[in-house]
């Protein structure tokens, strides 16, 4: 960056060091600045204070490769890296630097769609987003029902190198509603003794919720077992049938004033105010579904002692739910996703924007920005979810989320004061890798500290944008932010100390 070369050889040749200079040192209890120094794909050391320029870059490093003190006003915390060769320097100027952003909800529509997403324009999309994990649903074609099929996909996707995922599995055989024996063959997760290759830490129905109770508490017994996290989506089965002719309605009334004549504005007008009358409607059951079922599965969860994570939590009903089974002592965590905090529909979101659970009400967005506030939301997750343009008309609900997520929410929470720069990198990064066990790994993640994985996102926070899909490497190009201006850009991605993102 600024003119210096931007690919971490340094962490390729192992003898090598890499040290990032001149930078604004973000993560949740670290924001000053420093600079870092990394090899072998892991930080060796995070150094605090004055290091703008490269000479007091080069001296940094000579004193760490001379296992020296360093003077000043620096502070050095790392291993010796005595005996290493000079390393490559980094000017990070103007830029923060981060632990890369872990999402614990992401489709990447990988096996069976690939007219929606493959594995290299899903990965791609996430390095453009600064996304170094991703947990990775289930609803593929075929389901993800077994270790083996979801151990094949991590291993495929490891092999493009671009960022680590974990594929979860489903609750019950094929989305079935009824047969749980294959969890069974889930192995037992316990954070960092699990071998990688093989970690499962987190199991859903997801899209739907299992509708049986009893399947429900005896999936979430097997999974107490295994020390599994059960990721709900939380929608009542019979509710959301109820609300799917509102919506199946809407969109014809939509695409009635879509096809009327552009001199009869009244008939128009008319087809869109059904639309929206409709679609309110189905909204209104979705929500009554989604609190619903949130009462019902923490109460089953309780039951069976199982940890049990809320997926896209959206009412302030479902949060109040969550936040009292917190208060009772209940290992529960709930994640918000980006769209949630800035979209509502008294916000003048077209209703068109379809995605389960739907875009709710101002109330119940700012409910969603007080949970983020008082600790009940955990985690920003994404719910990546891309379709194609005809899928989209069609009504399918989701749309793409890695590469707007970070500069969706630092406009909305961090540019308004509110919540810190620290508060958004611990949602993005510190709080998922300890949800999913990543900080006890030898590896670890979610910090700017000596022994974690060099997995990093330098981003410009003040950097304004344009949203416009057709630039996503993402191969859903639909988006509710179109046009939007958002501030933070991803200006550059490291995995394991690797540059696999940049953007000039």
């Known amino acids: 960056m600024n003119g210096e070369r931007h690919t971490a050889e340094a962490a390729q040749n192992g ?109 791609h999309a996430a390095a453009a987003g600064g996304f170094g994990t991703l947990v990775l649903m289930p609803n593929t074609v075929p389901v993800v029902s077994s270790a083996a099929a979801a151990q094949r996909i991590r291993a495929e996707a490891a092999a493009f190198a671009l960022a680590d995922v974990f594929q ?50 005896a999936a979430m017994k097997k999974c107490a077992d295994r020390n599994l996290i ?54 209104d059951l979705l929500a009554l579904a989604e609190d619903t079922a949130t009462l019902r599965n923490l109460a089953l969860a309780a039951a069976a002692d199982c940890r049990i994570h809320i997926a896209h939590v959206s009412t302030a009903r479902s949060l109040a739910a969550v936040r009292a089974a917190k208060r009772s002592g209940q290992n529960a965590t709930c994640e918000a996703t980006p769209h949630h905090i800035t979209l509502s529909v008294t916000r003048g979101t077209d209703l068109r924007h379809i995605v389960n659970p739907p875009v709710r009400s101002e109330s119940d967005r700012l409910a969603v920005i007080e949970g983020i506030r008082d600790g009940t939301v955990d985690v920003i997750a994404t719910d990546h979810a891309p379709h194609t343009a005809a899928d989209k008309a069609a009504g399918a609900p989701g749309f793409s989320g890695l590469e707007t997520a970070f500069a969706a929410c630092h406009t909305e929470l961090v540019q308004t004061g509110i919540i810190s720069a620290r508060k958004l990198s611990e949602l993005m990064s510190a709080a998922p890798a300890r949800l999913l066990g990543l900080d006890k790994t030898a590896c670890p993640k979610g910090l700017l500290s000596p022994g974690f994985a060099a997995d990093l996102v330098f981003t410009d926070p003040n950097a304004e944008w344009q949203v416009s899909g057709k630039n996503f490497f993402s191969k859903g190009t639909y988006t509710p932010l179109e046009g939007r201006t958002l501030s933070g850009t991803v200006r550059a991605t490291y995995r394991r100390g690797i540059c696999v993102f940049k953007r000039d």
Request: charged fraction near 20%; proline fraction near 5%; hydrophobic fraction near 40%.
């Open 15 to 123: 003898s090598r060091l890499c040290c990032i200079y001149n930078a604004r040192l973000l993560d949740a209890d670290t924001d000053c600045s420093g600079a870092l120094i990394i090899g072998h794909g892991t930080i060796r050391a995070v150094l605090k204070g004055d290091f703008t320029d490269r000479a007091a870059a080069e001296k940094a490093v000579v004193a760490f490769a001379g296992n020296s003190t360093f003077a000043g006003n620096s502070t050095l915390t790392g291993n010796s890296g005595a005996g290493e060769k000079p390393a490559e320097l980094v000017d990070a100027r103007g830029l923060t630097v981060q632990p890369a952003f872990i999402d614990m909800h992401a489709h990447f529509r990988y096996p069976g769609q690939p007219e929606k997403e493959d594995l290299g324009s899903a990965l």
């Open 168 to 217: 979860t599995v489903s609750l019950t055989a094929g989305f079935g509603g009824e047969d749980t024996a294959h969890l069974d063959g889930i192995p037992p997760y316990v954070p960092g003794k699990t071998p990688e290759s093989e970690a499962i830490p987190v199991v859903t129905e997801d899209g739907r919720d299992v509708a049986s109770a009893a399947v429900m508490l």
């Open 230 to 283: 059960v990721s709900c989506h939380c929608e009542d089965a019979s509710l959301a049938a109820a609300a799917k002719p509102y919506r199946t309605d809407a969109l014809a009334s939509y695409a009635a004033a879509d096809s009327a004549d552009s001199a009869d504005n009244s008939a128009k007008a008319a087809a869109v105010r059904r639309a929206e009358t409709l679609l309110t409607r189905a909204n």
